[in-house]
């Protein structure tokens, strides 16, 4: 079988838990484990080198069978059905290290393999009893090996979250029982197969985040079982074809960024089990097809943003359905900011970069379960008193509009702490910065390009979950407060472009993860704290200040600089 070369060290990292549910203690009373399958097994744990999960440590004794080897099922028989390797999501800590033996080409009986973490693959071919393969969350790079054809039981494969190459294998047409089908977040390129209509049982596909081009194949639209279908980030072209109104089964549809052209065609509206549509950023022109009458009563997720629609208006069978999120971004909208019949049902609107104007006073009435709002680069012109958001939204993004006002209309001891991203910068607002009361949970506070004056108050250090942090282009005064230095999550700073004076606090260097920072433009004196990551940031983060010194600037006056540090 042809060899996939991976990345040497790589995280053992699997999304399957939810989707692929495997209960590695459940098995049907196992009798004692075969000797050949325990040997396939040793020689796979062999060619580990090392194992931070932890998981290969109970791979001891005879009895391979017998519930204490880990990730391990078996059938009555004692023959190994099961190999589930999964360790936690999100703990880049848990990897393995080494090969993937060809030995596991040795368990005649295998039907689940589920692996992530290894630097070679070798011998799938000959597991003729496969039915899931899971391979997903590593840097397995090459093309996809034509002999995954050989595996005629498998129903699920998922190579997802690779750097797989090239097109998809004309071999795999053999794969005639595949009911979950995942080549998402890889590099493949060339053209979707016309056999891929051929699997009669499928309900999955993702073969999203890759570089396919070409225009979808017709055969696709005979996928009547097909539940969920997602191409999105390719390079696909072409309209789509009037038979997607044959996908009857079809519960969610994303063809977001592609180049397809043409009208979105009315037989949309026969998808009556379609509640997630996504077809934003391709190049989509007017006008919208008509879905009234009942058309796509499932729907409840929407996204037509960035195409070439000049909506003029939100259509009414949009704002008068039950939806939870609207994305109708650079649709060309104009005039005052649209009324929803149900607005108590949305948890997230995205209406940014359109031609919106006037007050938003009365919009968030009744959007009790509002949860994410983006109305920048719009025309809305509205004092930030007016602004009545709702307890539970966790992020508003107001920027680039004519907003004026106080900051302390929206940050202030009644401010929710579920509200985790402001972003007003680009408005007109002025005043001073207020006092933060504790139990904030704000990570991200973007006030740039405003007309904000006064000093950043000390009770900054009370945003304890504050990542990002953008006071840039203002009429700030006063001294950086050293209170700044106890923002430990805080990663981007940007202070640039004001009329701060004094020294850069030296307790700074309390922060560890800082990627970007900018003090440029203030009138900062003294010494730049000389430890990273400030003294290996570029000079221009320090530059048209009265006279920063130190690394990445000259030396200070009279102080020897270090060679490194």
Not at 101 to 106: D, T
Not at 500 to 505: E, F, K, Q, S
Request: hydrophobic fraction near 40%; include cysteine; charge should be positive.
């Amino acid at each position: 079988m042809q060899i996939l070369v991976w990345v040497f060290e790589v995280l053992f990292i699997s999304s399957l838990v939810g989707v692929f549910p495997l209960s590695l203690a459940e098995t049907t009373s196992p009798g004692v484990c075969s000797e050949a399958d325990r040997a396939a097994l040793l020689a796979f744990k062999a060619k580990i080198v090392k194992d931070t999960t932890g998981i290969l440590s109970s791979w001891i004794g005879r009895d391979c069978c017998g519930g204490d080897w880990e990730g391990v099922q078996c059938n009555p028989a004692g023959r190994v059905t099961t190999l589930a390797l999964q360790g936690p999501v999100k703990d880049s800590s848990m990897y393995m290290k080494g090969t993937l033996s060809s030995s596991l080409g040795s368990l005649p009986f295998l039907q689940v393999l589920v692996i992530s973490g290894m630097k070679l693959i070798t011998g799938l071919g000959l597991l003729s009893h496969l039915q899931t393969l899971s391979l997903a969350g590593n840097h397995l790079k090459g093309p996809v090996p034509p002999s995954l054809g050989n595996l005629r039981n498998l129903e699920m494969i998922n190579l997802g979250r690779n750097s797989l190459s090239g097109p998809i294998p004309a071999s795999l047409k053999n794969l005639h029982l595949l009911q979950s089908f995942d080549l998402s977040f890889n590099s493949l390129s060339g053209f979707i197969p016309e056999f891929i209509g051929q699997f009669r049982n499928i309900t999955f596909i993702d073969l999203s985040n890759n570089q396919l081009s070409a225009h979808l194949p017709i055969s696709m639209f005979n996928l009547v079982s097909l539940s969920y279908l997602s191409l999105s980030h390719n390079q696909l072209t072409g309209t789509i074809p009037e038979q997607v109104g044959n996908l009857k089964s079809l519960t969610s549809l994303s063809l977001s960024s592609n180049k397809f052209i043409g009208h979105i065609p009315a037989s949309i509206s026969r998808l009556q089990n379609l509640w997630s549509l996504n077809l934003s950023r391709n190049g989509f022109s007017d006008p919208l097809p008509d879905v009234s009458n009942r058309g796509i009563p499932s729907l409840l997720s929407i996204d037509l943003s960035f195409n070439n629609l000049s909506l003029g208006t939100v259509p009414k069978w949009i704002t008068d359905r039950q939806l939870s999120d609207v994305n109708l971004a650079g649709c060309k909208l104009r005039g005052s900011l649209p009324r929803f019949t149900r607005p108590d049902s949305l948890s997230s609107i995205d209406l940014s970069n359109n031609f919106l104007t006037g007050s938003i006073s009365t919009f968030f009435t009744k959007m009790t379960s509002l949860q994410k709002v983006k109305l920048s680069n719009n025309l809305l012109k509205f004092d930030l008193s007016e602004l009545k958001v709702p307890d539970g939204i966790s992020s508003t993004d107001l920027h680039s509009n004519q907003v004026c006002g106080s900051l302390s209309s929206i940050l202030n001891n009644r401010t929710s702490s579920f509200l985790e991203v402001i972003d007003v910068s680009n408005n007109l607002i002025s005043g001073t910065i207020p006092e933060f009361s504790e139990g904030l949970n704000l990570k991200e506070l973007n006030i740039g390009s405003n007309k904000i004056a006064g000093q950043i108050p000390s009770s900054i250090s009370n945003l304890i979950e504050l990542e990002r942090l953008d006071v840039s282009r203002n009429l700030i005064t006063a001294t950086i407060p050293m209170s700044l230095g106890r923002l430990a999550n805080l990663h981007w700073l940007d202070l640039s472009i004001n009329r701060l004076t004094g020294r850069i606090p030296t307790s700074l260097l309390g922060i560890k993860f800082m990627r970007h920072a900018s003090f440029r433009a203030n009138r900062l004196c003294g010494e730049i704290p000389q430890g990273r990551p400030y003294n290996i940031f570029p000079a221009s983060a320090y530059a048209h200040n009265l006279c920063l010194c130190g690394k990445p600037m000259l030396p200070c006056r009279g102080k020897k600089q270090e060679t490194s540090q």
